[in-house]
């Protein structure tokens, strides 16, 4: 048997002069106590983020479905106007399916294979992440019926929050609702597109056809988004309520055509992401936000990493000026812009708004984990007005705000649902809240869940596994109330960026995974 690490230390250490053995050794019996009480099991979080897509799937449930409490629902999505819109997510704790943070949710989930795959597969969870990305695409591909049309929307928020039901029971208006040429919606299209490129990036090897097929769809999206040109909730009014365009659309334009060139590898979309660079916002707007409606930060991020390739020294000046706006974004977060940060809360969380905050901090998470891996790859530091930064710095930060969602806060509670001894129990869910269709399939009508299942005081009956709830307001509080859905609500974009920050804290962690790389 090999001497292992430890003891080949406790041997250098024997050597030495009995005072510096002594130091010595306390220092080695000190990291070994770090190193055994690991504070938080990023193995567990990672498997429980990845089962929470299968909570909030819509349609014909598979037979490896390991979220028993849920069963079919939205089997006739699409009927009404002749299409099969079967399938899909529904993105919070309603049943609406909306198309914007669904395709967001995507493309945030495959992106983090595309970054964290062999983490991921070390793990044993590659087979999970990649359902959970396919149960999206094989929807979208539904939801686009021809070159120029794009179901966007099935059901509508009005009339879904005057119903508090199971999914199985669905009593509300399925009215779908579309863009096209005269009804445009490119911030729908470009994220979409970017959601099928970014997944067909993923399924590359293991699934070529499939990934040739998201391809083509990715690409005919874009060109109709990007010829009839219109923000989407000027198409599809019903969701100005809910998830209205704010940013517009030429975000997504640029993330679709940046994700399209990734997986392409054709000059006619990088052309399109460098030379709109300035016009579309891409070089301009500096954001300390990345969400279902700000892409900029990200597209920003991930043009730096362009700027390292050799291929790219051409158009070096324009992927500079990206470059720099993503510094904004990371020095921001970091506390180290000159008076432009992120604010956060005395525990330490970054703190963007009240309502559902933890989405603004897993993306976040996500973009300074990246940034962090792109510094440490290419031996470089950030240059903040605050001063110089290392990657360790970046990642350190990224993981004290994963440590906060885990339980490391004030409140001692995991915001991640199911992780931990203390975690939300009364999570604003539809489905959680009421008894298990599996269990008890009669029927619950509309007013009867607000009636009794909504007011009641009791926990959740079913636990939503894996969801990362909106968090705690802007001193460390938190209410673990059904009804304080600013708090409680949980959404499929909030769990989507941690699959592959998770995933690369437990190879930190893990030196068994460690030695592998």
């Known amino acids: 048997m090999e001497m292992g690490d430890h003891q080949k230390n406790l041997h250098h250490c024997r050597k030495r002069p009995r005072f510096a053995e002594s130091l010595c050794l306390l ?20 498997t429980k983020s990845l089962l929470y897509f299968e909570s909030q799937r819509s349609g014909r449930l598979p037979y490896n479905q390991r979220v028993t409490w849920r069963d079919h629902s939205g089997l006739t999505d699409g009927l009404e106007q002749g299409v099969d819109l079967v399938g899909g997510y529904y993105d919070a704790g309603d049943h609406v399916k909306f198309g914007l943070p669904m395709a967001f949710t995507v493309t945030m989930l495959s992106w983090g294979v595309i970054e964290f795959r062999q983490q991921i597969a070390d793990a044993g969870e590659l087979e999970h992440a990649m359902e959970a990305i396919k149960w999206g695409t094989d929807y979208f591909i539904k939801a686009h019926t021809s070159p120029n049309v794009l179901w966007a929307e099935v059901g509508d928020g009005d009339t879904d929050h005057y119903c508090w039901q199971r999914p199985e029971d669905m009593t509300t208006s399925r009215q779908a609702y579309k863009i096209d040429e005269n009804n445009p919606g490119s911030d729908l299209a470009g994220e979409t597109a970017a959601a099928m490129a970014a997944a067909s990036i993923v399924f590359k090897k293991t699934n070529p056809h499939y990934s040739q097929l998201l391809l083509h769809h990715a690409q005919q999206v874009f060109e109709f988004g990007d010829m009839y040109r219109g923000k989407y909730d000027g198409s599809v009014e019903v969701v100005k309520s809910y998830y209205a365009s704010v940013s517009g659309y030429k975000d997504e334009l640029l993330w679709g055509a940046l994700w399209l060139y990734m997986a392409t590898d054709k000059d006619e979309y990088f052309k399109y992401f460098v030379h709109k660079a300035h016009c579309f916002g891409g070089t301009g707007w500096a954001i300390s936000e990345f969400s279902w409606d700000v892409k900029y930060a990200g597209l920003q991020v991930i043009a730096s990493k362009l700027l390292m390739e050799e ?101 001692n509670m995991s915001y991640l649902v199911g992780y931990g001894a203390n975690f939300p129990a009364r999570v604003h869910h539809r489905g959680a809240s009421i008894v298990s269709y599996r269990e008890n399939k009669g029927f619950i009508g509309c007013t009867q869940g607000y009636d009794y299942w909504y007011s009641r005081q009791e926990t959740n009956p079913n636990v939503l596994v894996g969801a990362l709830v909106g968090g705690p307001d802007c001193q460390d509080n938190f209410e673990d109330q059904r009804e304080n859905f600013m708090q409680t609500e949980a959404c499929t974009y909030n769990t989507a960026p941690l699959v592959g920050v998770f995933a690369k804290l437990l190879q930190l962690e893990d030196p068994n995974l460690l030695a592998s790389y």
């Open 311 to 411: 291929k790219h020294k051409e158009h070096a000046h324009i992927l500079e000026q990206y470059r720099s706006k993503a510094e904004y974004y990371i020095c921001s977060c970091l506390n180290k812009n000159n008076g432009s940060n992120v604010e956060r809360t005395p525990g330490g969380l970054l703190y963007v708004r009240q309502w559902n905050n933890m989405q603004y901090v897993s993306t976040a998470a996500f973009l300074l984990t990246v940034y962090s891996d792109l510094l440490q790859n290419s031996n470089q530091k950030l240059n903040c007005h605050g001063g110089m930064v290392g990657h360790e710095e970046i990642l350190t930060f990224a993981k004290s705000q994963i440590d906060y969602i885990l339980g490391s806060n004030p409140m």
């Open 27 to 46: 220092l080695l019996s000190l990291f070994a106590i770090s190193a055994s009480a690991r504070a938080f099991d990023y193995a567990d979080a990672l």
